[in-house]
């Protein structure tokens, strides 16, 4: 029997994925799943907030016509235009000798079987990178430094030892991505203690490694990740740097969103949600944020707070235009009362432990550049590499993200109660 000549498996991924694979990579973040889904195409995506109406009214004409006069003709309403022209790139790759294929001598099952599940690992490690950055501000840092003692290191934040892997490279510096550069001493994880928040080198971690404080990135993702929830809404208020042309320093709230820092007088997690929504609903018009995005430590929390009283509903997930099917995967929520309404709860292993998002989700758009979200490359039956006996398979997500209406949604500091 002839050995399956690689032509023989075409399409392997289109076989075992013929819905495509964006289910694969959103299933595992509700964040990812929930937000809608709109397309990045042409030179750039628009989206202009009229954050004033400017000064159009008074109990005396003269005086508004003055005015009005005064400013140069009616007083014109103030606008910022967000635009989107950019994308940002995530890629994931593996690779399968040629041998495993002559070996498997008439089982195309087993290769199938093989490259599913290597495809279901790259898919995996692609949603972990796309996740994570959706929550931060695109400078790609996934953790801080606590202390070293030699081979080991010690996180600042336990929770943050979901974003590292045995095998992962990783190098530091002084920032978080956003300025700088660099350390230049990429290191490879050799075991991770998940109990401890603990990594592993083989030899000493490098002098850069040692300073508390100091960030944390996977190689090659630094400052080159997707501007997210933090980047649009920031800890402080944003300053006059134009981010996506806009200055939001003009009107901090209304082009950069709410925050709200818990404090005693909260007393508890949900007391601080519902105080929160009053920041941001006495911020602009019609403004119903009704899912709340936190890490598993505040999660559970809430559940406490709740006597484990609990009222659960499934939240479906929101698919990109055009997907087919449309998304039929869903996120099990927790309903809890916020101010006068109710709203989803999530918990999301990404979401750092110290924030909450309060999030109107219906002014967000993720925008994916068409053709698959992500998308396979090289038609699905992989390519044969240049330099190696082996044929690749590889994986891209082109994307940015948008939010329509910035005051609608509220960031939450939660560093106090997470500290009781």
């Not at 159009?56 to 606008?79: D, E, L, N, R, W």
Request: aromatic share 10%.
């Amino acid at each position: 029997m002839p050995a399956i000549a690689f032509s023989a498996l075409v399409n392997l991924t289109k076989y075992q994925y013929p819905h495509g694979l964006e289910e694969a990579v959103a299933i595992q973040s509700p964040l990812l799943g929930r937000l809608p889904k709109g397309k990045l195409i042409g030179t750039a995506v628009s989206q202009k907030i009229k954050h004033s109406p400017g000064q159009k009214a008074s109990s005396t004409f003269a005086t508004i016509q003055a005015a009005a006069v005064a400013a140069g003709g009616f007083a014109p309403s103030y606008v910022s235009e967000f635009l989107i022209s950019s994308h940002f790139t995530n890629y994931a790759v593996f690779q399968l000798e040629t041998a495993s294929i002559s070996r498997s001598e008439g089982n195309a099952a087993g290769v199938r079987s093989y490259v599913k599940s290597e495809t279901d690992s790259a898919l995996e490690d692609l949603a972990t990178q796309m996740t994570q950055a959706l929550y931060v501000n695109g400078g790609g840092a996934i953790g801080r430094v606590g202390s070293v003692v030699t081979t080991v290191l010690t996180l600042a934040t336990l929770e943050d030892i979901v974003n590292f892997e045995v095998g992962q490279v990783i190098d530091w510096d002084t920032t978080d991505g956003t300025s700088g550069a660099v350390g230049g001493d990429p290191t490879v994880i050799t075991a991770i203690d998940r109990e401890a928040g603990t990594l592993t080198a083989g030899a000493n971690w490098a002098a850069g490694f040692t300073v508390a404080g100091r960030y944390l990135f996977r190689v090659g993702n630094f400052g080159l990740q997707v501007p997210g929830l933090e980047a649009w809404i920031p800890a402080s208020a944003p300053g006059a740097t134009l981010f996506n042309n806009v200055d939001r320093s003009i009107d901090p709230v209304r082009l950069g969103g709410n925050r709200y820092v818990a404090s005693g007088s909260d007393g508890t997690y949900l007391r601080c949600f519902s105080n929160a929504l009053s920041r941001t609903q006495r911020s602009i018009q019609n403004a119903h944020p009704n899912e709340i995005f936190v890490n598993p430590f505040v999660f559970d929390r809430v559940v406490d707070e709740m006597n484990n009283r609990t009222d659960w509903v499934q939240t479906p997930g929101r698919s990109t235009p055009g997907s087919a099917p449309s998304a039929t995967y869903g996120y099990k929520a927790l309903k809890v009362a916020v101010g006068d309404a109710d709203a989803m709860l999530h918990k999301d292993v990404r979401c750092p432990r110290d924030t909450a998002w309060l999030l109107q989700t219906d002014t967000w758009e993720v925008l994916p550049v068409p053709g698959g979200f992500p998308r396979v490359l090289e038609g699905g039956d992989g390519m044969t590499v240049y330099n190696a006996d082996a044929s690749e398979f590889r994986f891209a997500a082109y994307w940015n993200l948008l939010c329509r209406t910035p005051a609608k949604n509220c960031r939450i500091n939660l560093a106090y109660l997470n500290g009781l």
